[in-house]
């Protein structure tokens, strides 16, 4: 799943990853096409090979999120 967050007023630690998290927004099924997913792809530091290979559009679950809480250990 895909999150992004409203009008980008917040991000989300990016050692987060595994935690538990409770968000609060809005859910939808989105088409993402070729040309975002290769640039999602350049973003994240895939080859060109891999980027190369991206020739379909993806259907996913989307979320705009308007509050994030991230649970980690302490809290």
Avoid at 16 to 31: K, R
Avoid at 32 to 46: I, K, M, P, Q, S
């Amino acid at each position: 799943m895909r999150v992004t967050f409203k009008d980008y007023g917040f991000f989300v630690p990016t050692d987060a990853h595994g935690a538990f998290v409770v968000m609060e927004g809005v859910g939808s099924i989105q088409t993402t096409d070729v040309a975002t997913l290769r640039h999602y792809a350049e973003d994240a530091g895939a080859s060109e090979e891999e980027i190369a290979k991206i020739t379909a559009d993806k259907e996913e679950l989307s979320f705009e999120a308007h509050g994030v809480i991230v649970k980690t250990a302490k809290s």
